[in-house]
């Protein structure tokens, strides 16, 4: 049971990551918008016409701060990915075969995950200088915006780099075999909570 809940909020947070990523809306001008991988521009007042392209390499990238940002988000995607790949195969393997210890099959995986995903959140705004940035949000600097806006993309990567940060501070529970009873042992309370078989 408790593998299935670690492998559902692994492949969660692993979706979540991927939708974010792929995302156009990060910042929002009015007839354009950008992400990470991806880009969109419509006709003024017409945001159902939207033409859509995708940076398909680190060299189509328009600036250094975005490449490295762009590099670190995706190598927190792949960490992702990987801990969701270990959640899955922990929660679906024979209860006996893994030992279940610590906080999941690998807490450090799901840590590296969140800072990865953090280090190149915070760094994407930097991009904000570009030549790019400045041509879509006109007047726009390290840090600051602006014509454009934050967007939904941007805000769903920072939930998602929150979440993830906070999944290795859950404890996989410590179970003991005592005279037929299972035992969960909690680290953070003093009390022992006892199932009959």
């Known amino acids: ?13 692993t979706c979540v990551s991927a939708f974010s990523l792929t995302s156009p809306a990060w910042f929002q001008a009015p007839t354009f918008s950008f992400g990470v991988l991806t880009y969109c521009s419509w006709p003024h007042g ?5 033409s859509c392209g995708t940076f398909r390499s680190l060299d189509d990238i328009p600036d250094f701060a975005w490449k490295v940002s762009a590099t670190m988000l995706l190598g927190g995607w792949l960490l ?29 995986v799901q840590a590296a995950a969140a800072t990865a995903t953090i280090v190149g959140l915070l760094v994407f705004p930097i991009s904000l200088a570009s030549p ?14 602006g ?3 934050l967007g939904w993309g941007y805000v769903t990567a920072i939930l998602n780099a929150v979440l993830a940060s906070l999944l ?21 309370a003093d009390s022992i909570i006892s199932h009959q078989k």
């Open 80 to 108: 992702l990915a990987f801990n969701a790949i270990l959640l899955l195969s922990w929660g679906l393997a024979p209860k006996g075969l893994c030992p279940r210890r610590g906080s999941g099959p690998m807490p450090g």
């Open 168 to 188: 290795p501070m859950i404890r996989w529970p410590h179970t003991t075999e005592v005279q037929r009873r299972t035992i969960l042992f909690s680290r953070d």
């Open 147 to 149: 014509q454009c806006q």
């Open 132 to 145: 790019f940035a400045k041509e879509v949000c006109l007047a726009s600097s390290v840090y600051h915006s």
């Open 46 to 50: 017409d945001s159902r016409n939207q």
């Open 1 to 13: 049971m408790v593998g299935s809940v670690w492998a559902a909020l692994g492949l969660s947070l």
